[in-house]
Nanobody, 122 residues
Framework: HVQLVESGGGLVQPGGSLGLSCAAS????????MDWYRQAPGKERELVAT???????TYTDSVRGRFTITRDNAKNTVSLQMNSLKPEETAVYYC????????????????WGQGTLVTVSS
């Protein structure tokens, strides 16, 4: 019954920007950490950015300063704003919710979105 649905992927030129969104169903959203991952063709899936329930953010070194992860608890959404995109950042981008124990609600299972393709090319 819980799902994550990404949107916003597409084709962008090098140096351009895209904003991705992830709509989350289910309960306890405001208490959960959320992540964005990406997987380039033939490569391992890598963690791009995280945002905690207290809105602390972290980024992988290669995107720090260019990408911004945010959340809107009222709308149950997580976003990733990507600026100055590079061709090597072409990948399927995934929204992710880790398995988490929430006081008063118990364990909330890990959930992956279906992914949205970002292509950076001229």
């Amino acid at each position: 019954h819980v799902q994550l649905v990404e949107s916003g992927g597409g084709l962008v030129q090098p140096g351009g920007s895209l904003g991705l969104s992830c709509a989350a169903s289910g309960s306890s959203f405001s208490f959960l950490d959320m992540d964005w991952y990406r997987q380039a063709p033939g490569k391992e899936r890598e963690l791009v950015a995280t945002i905690t329930s207290s809105e602390t953010t972290t980024y992988t070194d290669s995107v720090r300063g260019r990408f911004t992860i945010t959340r809107d608890n009222a709308k149950n959404t997580v976003s990733l704003q990507m600026n100055s995109l590079k061709p090597e950042e072409t990948a399927v981008y995934y929204c992710h919710r880790p398995r988490t124990f929430v006081n008063g609600a118990g364990w909330r299972r890990e959930v992956w979105g279906q992914g949205t393709l970002v292509t950076v090319s001229s």
